[in-house]
Protein backbone atom coordinates (compact mmCIF):
# COMPACT_ATOMS: atom_id res chain seq x y z
CA UNK A 1 0.00 0.00 0.00
CA UNK A 2 1.63 3.77 -0.60
CA UNK A 3 2.42 4.97 2.68
CA UNK A 4 2.77 8.67 3.02
CA UNK A 5 4.14 10.13 6.14
CA UNK A 6 5.19 13.97 6.91
CA UNK A 7 6.62 14.86 9.39
CA UNK A 8 9.24 18.84 10.26
CA UNK A 9 6.38 20.60 11.12
CA UNK A 10 5.60 22.91 14.80
CA UNK A 11 5.63 26.18 15.45
CA UNK A 12 7.40 29.05 14.70
CA UNK A 13 7.56 32.41 14.68
CA UNK A 14 6.71 34.80 11.71
CA UNK A 15 9.70 35.11 9.51
CA UNK A 16 11.13 31.36 10.43
CA UNK A 17 11.93 28.74 8.57
CA UNK A 18 11.11 25.10 8.44
CA UNK A 19 12.27 21.75 6.43
CA UNK A 20 9.05 19.19 5.88
CA UNK A 21 9.65 15.76 4.86
CA UNK A 22 8.08 12.91 3.08
CA UNK A 23 8.88 9.35 3.24
CA UNK A 24 7.29 7.46 0.60
CA UNK A 25 7.02 3.92 0.40
CA UNK A 26 4.95 0.95 -1.10
CA UNK A 27 5.14 2.66 -4.93
CA UNK A 28 8.21 3.43 -7.19
CA UNK A 29 9.01 6.62 -5.79
CA UNK A 30 11.78 8.05 -8.72
CA UNK A 31 9.10 7.33 -11.25
CA UNK A 32 6.22 9.44 -9.87
CA UNK A 33 5.88 13.28 -9.76
CA UNK A 34 5.42 14.39 -5.79
CA UNK A 35 3.09 17.57 -4.95
CA UNK A 36 2.51 19.22 -1.38
CA UNK A 37 -0.59 20.91 -0.28
CA UNK A 38 -2.14 22.39 2.91
CA UNK A 39 -5.25 22.90 4.44
CA UNK A 40 -5.79 25.85 6.64
CA UNK A 41 -8.35 26.06 9.38
CA UNK A 42 -11.79 26.31 8.29
CA UNK A 43 -10.40 26.23 4.57
CA UNK A 44 -10.02 24.11 1.98
CA UNK A 45 -7.44 21.96 0.34
CA UNK A 46 -4.46 24.53 -1.45
CA UNK A 47 -1.84 23.04 -3.77
CA UNK A 48 1.40 24.42 -2.82
CA UNK A 49 3.87 23.00 -4.91
CA UNK A 50 5.05 19.94 -7.36
CA UNK A 51 8.26 18.64 -8.37
CA UNK A 52 8.07 16.20 -11.31
CA UNK A 53 9.94 12.49 -11.77
CA UNK A 54 12.63 13.57 -14.18
CA UNK A 55 14.59 16.54 -14.46
CA UNK A 56 13.34 17.66 -11.16
CA UNK A 57 11.37 20.88 -12.19
CA UNK A 58 9.15 22.65 -10.34
CA UNK A 59 5.79 24.66 -9.89
CA UNK A 60 5.07 26.90 -7.22
CA UNK A 61 1.60 28.58 -6.06
CA UNK A 62 2.05 31.85 -6.35
CA UNK A 63 1.51 32.17 -2.59
CA UNK A 64 4.88 31.14 -1.68
CA UNK A 65 6.73 31.27 -4.80
CA UNK A 66 10.41 32.74 -4.02
CA UNK A 67 10.47 31.44 -0.31
CA UNK A 68 9.36 27.74 -0.68
CA UNK A 69 11.50 24.97 -2.21
CA UNK A 70 10.28 21.76 -3.47
CA UNK A 71 12.81 19.13 -3.86
CA UNK A 72 13.32 15.26 -3.95
CA UNK A 73 15.92 12.76 -2.64
CA UNK A 74 15.38 9.59 -4.85
CA UNK A 75 17.99 7.34 -3.05
CA UNK A 76 15.89 8.20 0.15
CA UNK A 77 12.51 7.90 -1.04
CA UNK A 78 11.89 11.18 0.14
CA UNK A 79 9.89 14.38 -0.76
CA UNK A 80 11.24 17.86 1.33
CA UNK A 81 9.65 21.57 1.14
CA UNK A 82 11.83 24.01 2.49
CA UNK A 83 10.27 27.22 3.90
CA UNK A 84 11.53 30.11 4.47
CA UNK A 85 10.11 33.29 5.56
CA UNK A 86 7.34 31.91 6.96
CA UNK A 87 3.82 33.96 7.09
CA UNK A 88 0.86 33.42 9.51
CA UNK A 89 -0.92 32.53 6.76
CA UNK A 90 1.23 29.83 5.68
CA UNK A 91 -0.52 28.09 8.94
CA UNK A 92 -1.59 24.61 8.01
CA UNK A 93 -1.54 21.23 7.61
CA UNK A 94 0.78 20.14 4.90
CA UNK A 95 0.61 16.97 3.34
CA UNK A 96 2.46 15.31 0.57
CA UNK A 97 0.89 13.14 -2.60
CA UNK A 98 2.41 11.42 -5.27
CA UNK A 99 0.61 12.98 -8.00
CA UNK A 100 1.29 16.09 -10.36
CA UNK A 101 -1.10 18.20 -9.25
CA UNK A 102 -0.99 22.48 -10.79
CA UNK A 103 -3.61 24.26 -9.05
CA UNK A 104 -6.32 23.87 -6.19
CA UNK A 105 -8.55 22.01 -9.19
CA UNK A 106 -6.80 19.05 -9.93
CA UNK A 107 -6.67 18.20 -6.42
CA UNK A 108 -9.28 15.47 -6.57
CA UNK A 109 -10.95 13.72 -3.47
CA UNK A 110 -9.81 10.37 -3.58
CA UNK A 111 -6.25 11.22 -3.67
CA UNK A 112 -3.75 10.02 0.01
CA UNK A 113 -2.26 12.25 1.15
CA UNK A 114 -0.79 10.85 4.53
CA UNK A 115 -1.65 12.07 7.94
CA UNK A 116 -0.04 15.58 7.13
CA UNK A 117 2.14 17.88 9.77
CA UNK A 118 0.81 20.83 11.20
CA UNK A 119 2.72 23.65 10.78
CA UNK A 120 1.62 27.28 12.61
CA UNK A 121 3.13 30.53 12.37
CA UNK A 122 2.80 32.42 15.12
CA UNK A 123 4.40 35.38 17.55
Known amino acids: EVRLVESGGGLVQPGGSLRLSCAAS????????MSWVRQAPGKGLEWVST????????IYADSVKGRFTISRDNAKNTLYLQMNSLKPEDTAVYYC????????????????WGQGTQVTVSS
Open 97 to 112: ANRYYIDDRTIRPDDY
Open 26 to 33: GFPFSSYA
Open 51 to 58: INSGPGRT
